[in-house]
């Protein structure tokens, strides 16, 4: 499977914007998708994960209320929609396919199979 997210962009504080991650390739594998970031000079963080089905979503503290991830198995698309963004949002920001337990949501960057290139979020103050 290869991810490619886009979206990303420069947006002022408690503006939106949305990244879009599309899969090609053995996109018959049913899978949970993340999204996770990366602040320079930090980790890696988890952000959001939504499941196969769409019907399970989880989010990290610091974005619930502000982010919703969501999915059009049609399209082989995932989405995160990001409003009211914060200036440490900035980061790049990273799509990821958990093949292993599609219907499940995990957190840990290690259950994820493949990623995408990353996309940058810039949120001035």
């Known amino acids: 499977v290869q991810l490619q997210a886009c979206g990303g962009g420069l947006v002022q504080a408690w503006g939106s914007l949305r990244l879009s991650c599309a899969a090609a390739?053995?996109?018959?594998?049913?899978?949970?998708a993340g999204w996770f970031r990366q602040a320079p000079g930090k980790d890696r963080e988890f952000v959001a994960v939504?499941?196969?089905?769409?019907?399970?979503?989880y989010y990290t503290d610091s974005v619930k209320g502000r982010f919703i991830i969501s999915r059009d198995n049609a399209k082989n698309t995932v989405y995160l929609q990001m409003n009211s963004l914060k200036p440490e949002d900035t980061a790049v920001y990273y799509c990821a396919a958990d093949v292993g337990e599609p219907y499940l949501v995990r957190t840990s960057g290690d259950f994820y199979d493949y990623w995408g290139q990353g996309t940058l979020v810039t949120v001035s103050s």
């Open positions: 390739g053995r996109t018959a594998n049913n899978y949970a």
């Open positions: 939504i499941n196969w089905g769409g019907g399970t979503t």
